[in-house]
C-alpha cells in the first residue's frame, strides 16, 4: 500500500492579535522600567544617595575622587515638594560626617564633620577645639606643617566663630573638616540649620585617582563610621 501524504491545515494568524501581542509586550517593557525608575527615586529621595568627593577638605578621612554613599533615612529624609520631614532614627550627633546645603549657596552641597551639636560651647585655641571646656580628641585630623610652627601662639585666633566661647544654637550645628588648614566651614560662615542637612556618609563604595588614572581598590567598600 502507498503512505498516502496527509494536508496539515494552517490556520492563518489574525495580524490584529499579532499587533495586541506586540503592544502588550511593549506595554510590560515600559511598565517594568518605570517601576524601577520610580523605585530608583524614593530610594534616592529618602533612603540612599550618591556623592562624590571634589575637595580636599576632609583628607585623609575622604579624598578627592571618592564616590560615597549618604543614609538619608537616619535623620529623617525630607518629604518631596514639602517643607515636612519623615520621623528619623536620630538626631546628627558629634563626630557624625554629614552632607548639607552651603548655607551660603544651597545650590552647592558641602560635606564636613560635626564637632558641636545645640547647646555646646565651642572654644578654638591653636589647633585644639574645645567643646563645653574640653579638649576634642581628633585623631582624623590633618595639619600641614606650616600649621604646626604658626601654632607656637595658641591665644591667637583669626577666624569669625569659635575664637571667643561660642553657643550651638538650637537645631544647629557646629562642622569642620578633617583637614583644618584647607576647609570653608563653621568657623568662617556660622552653624548648618537641621533642616539643611540631607544625611550621614556612610560607605565609600568607588574611588577613582583621575590625576594617576587608577582605581584605589583598597578604599572600595570602605564604612565611614
Not at 529623617?76 to 549657596?105: A, C
Request: with cysteine; hydrophobic share 40%.
Amino acid at each position: 500500500m502507498e503512505a498516502q501524504e496527509q494536508k496539515v491545515e494552517t490556520i492563518p494568524r489574525d495580524p490584529v492579535d499579532a499587533v495586541r501581542r506586540r503592544k502588550s509586550l511593549v506595554r510590560e517593557y515600559v511598565e517594568a522600567i518605570g517601576i524601577a525608575i520610580l523605585l530608583a527615586l524614593v530610594i534616592r529621595t529618602l533612603v540612599v544617595q550618591a556623592f562624590t568627593i571634589p575637595s580636599g577638605s576632609m583628607m585623609n578621612t575622604l579624598v578627592v575622587g571618592d564616590y560615597i554613599l549618604v543614609n538619608k533615612f537616619l535623620y529623617g529624609p525630607e518629604v518631596p515638594f514639602t517643607d515636612r520631614r519623615v520621623p528619623g532614627i536620630r538626631l546628627p550627633q558629634r563626630g557624625d560626617i554629614i552632607v548639607f546645603k552651603y548655607p551660603q549657596d544651597e545650590k552647592r552641597d558641602f560635606i564636613k564633620r560635626i564637632v558641636a551639636v545645640p547647646g555646646d560651647r565651642v572654644l578654638i585655641r591653636g589647633q585644639r577645639v574645645h567643646v563645653n571646656g574640653n579638649p576634642l580628641d581628633e585623631p582624623y585630623v590633618k595639619f600641614t606643617s606650616a600649621s604646626w610652627s604658626q601654632s607656637a601662639n595658641a591665644s591667637y585666633c583669626g577666624y569669625a566663630y569659635g575664637c571667643e566661647p561660642t553657643i550651638v544654637p538650637a537645631d544647629s550645628y557646629f562642622v569642620m573638616g578633617d583637614n583644618r588648614d584647607n576647609s570653608q566651614d563653621s568657623r568662617y560662615w556660622g552653624f548648618v540649620k537641621r533642616e539643611k542637612i540631607k544625611g550621614k556618609a556612610f560607605l565609600i563604595y568607588w574611588s577613582w585617582d583621575s590625576e594617576r588614572h587608577w582605581l584605589r581598590w583598597w578604599r572600595l567598600a570602605k564604612y565611614i563610621p
